[in-house]
Structure formats: C-alpha cells, structure tokens
C-alpha cells in the first residue's frame, strides 16, 4: 500500500470520496459496473471480507495508527493508496464524523443471479420500491441476525451499497446475499416457478396474522415488504399466496418497514 499525506481536501486525488454522490458513483465505471464508499472499520471489514476491491482509502491521521485500522491494512495491495490527512483537513467532507475515521473506495462486486440465489435458498425477503436506505439497511441487520437466506430487491429500492444502508446495516449487506430483480420483471412468477410461497405484509381485509400455522408449511416462503408511503402494489398482494400482518394495539395499525422486517424474520424463521 502507498501511503500519501494530504494537506487539500480538494485535492483532485481525493475526487471519489469528494465529488460523487451515491447515484454518480453506482455509474462509475459505466458500462462496466460502479463503485461504491463504505465507512467505519467493521462495515469496511465486512466489505473487504466479501471481496471487494479496495480502491483507495481515506483516513484521519490518528485513526490511521489504531490497532484497528492497521488491521484492516494489513493485506492490502502495494498498488492502493492510502490518504491520510488531518482532523481539521478532512472534517471539509459532510458526515465524516460517523466514519470513524476511515473511508474506502471499492469497485462494486458482481451481484448473484436472481434464479441461482433462489435455487440456494428457502426462506427469503423481498424489498419492493423500498426506498429509505435506512430502512434498507436495518432490514438487513434482522436478516443477518434472524436466519434470513437472502434479499432480493426491486430497481425502485435504494441501494444496500449506499453509504448509510451499509453503516445501518453494520456491514451486513456484504453477508447476506442479494440481488435485483430485472426492471418491470413479474418476480411473483418467478418466485412460484421456483417453488416459493409468497406472503405479502399489508393492511387488508383478508390478511391472516403472522403467528398463522399456514405460513409455517411451505418449505420455500418468500416474503414481501413495501416501501413506507404506498405499501405494496395491488398486483402483487393479488399474486400472492397470503396476504399477512402483526396484530397491533391501542389502535396503532402498522410498524415501521425495519421494525415489522425484524419481527417477521424472529416469527417465521425459527428453527
């Protein structure tokens, strides 16, 4: 690794942690794939862990002398470079108070595809059009901690990449494995002809509750959740084999996409 003192945080080498917002850098590459940022030793310990190629790292100065940082050095190749810049330098960068001190650019590694993911698979979630990374990234978490295969999710979703999905997700979405759906794609279909029962999570009419023994039978469930401000499509909940909720109280009629993903899981995933 090159270790290179930066005095300029508008330094043109530091253009990938400076110029690029998310959208930009998913297109970084195009047409040959994208990078991505990942921040804080553990998320980017996930990330190097799932293979990702580091492209250069940025590091406060005194981080950059912890145990922990130079442990997530320790194998990387001569060619990266490393940028390491003071506190007052780099604190110019929006949010670099979350990172603890270490930022890393990686190429975006290849995504599984989605038939080769399904056939490997039994219990799986999907994300359609969720579109908070937030969200995003705390439903991965339960995934990771709760037994879930994988993830897969629709174009409209955000990206488990994203910066704050990732940090969410405590590096997570380098664990489980996911992929997206083809735009415009019937995934309804496609998860039946792969033998997989769908439930979809919405308030309606003829929706059984979560703890129903019928949801404990298929050997193959998929479960869907919608994004925060128009739920699922009608024609998904028509397609699907059960429409489900978590029975509320005191007149609360839904949790939050994250909370009700983590007690989905603990139901339906047990062992």
């Known amino acids: 690794m090159k270790i290179i003192k ?16 998310e959208a930009q850098l998913f297109h970084y590459f195009e047409p040959n794939g994208g990078a991505f940022i990942a921040e804080t030793p553990e998320v980017i310990k996930r990330a190097l862990n799932r293979g990702c190629e580091p492209m250069a790292f940025l590091v406060e100065e005194k981080a950059f002398d912890t145990q922990v940082v130079q442990a997530l050095m320790a194998d990387i190749e001569d060619d990266v470079n490393i940028f390491v ?3 007052e330098v ?3 960068i929006t949010g670099f108070n979350l990172t603890r001190g270490v930022l890393v650019a990686c ?8 038939t080769e993911l399904l056939e490997g698979s039994k219990k799986v979630a999907i994300l359609e059009d969720v579109m908070n990374p937030t969200n995003v990234g ?3 978490r339960s995934a990771a901690a709760l037994g879930v295969d994988a993830i897969f999710l629709t174009k409209g979703s955000a990206d488990p990449f994203y910066r704050r999905a990732a940090r969410v997700a405590m590096g997570t979405v380098f ?3 996911w992929t997206y759906f083809e735009k415009d794609s019937d995934y309804v279909k496609i998860l039946h002809d792969q033998g997989y029962s769908v439930a979809s999570m919405a308030l309606k009419d003829n929706a059984i509750s979560l ?4 949801l404990k039978e298929p050997e193959k469930l998929a479960v869907v959740f919608g994004t925060e401000s128009t739920g699922i499509k009608a024609s998904t909940i028509a397609a699907s084999d059960f429409v489900t909720i978590i029975p509320m109280h005191h007149g609360v009629d839904s949790l939050n996409v994250a909370a009700a993903s983590a007690v989905t899981f603990w139901e339906l995933c047990k062992k």
């Open 175 to 177: 664990q489980v494995p």
């Open 138 to 140: 705390a439903i991965f």
């Open 211 to 214: 703890s129903s023994p019928e």
């Open 6 to 21: 930066i005095e300029d945080i508008n330094d043109s080498r530091l253009d990938i942690f400076t110029k690029y917002n």
């Open 85 to 87: 810049a003071r506190l």
């Open 90 to 92: 780099i604190n110019k």
């Open 107 to 114: 190429k975006r590694p290849d995504l599984p595809q989605v």
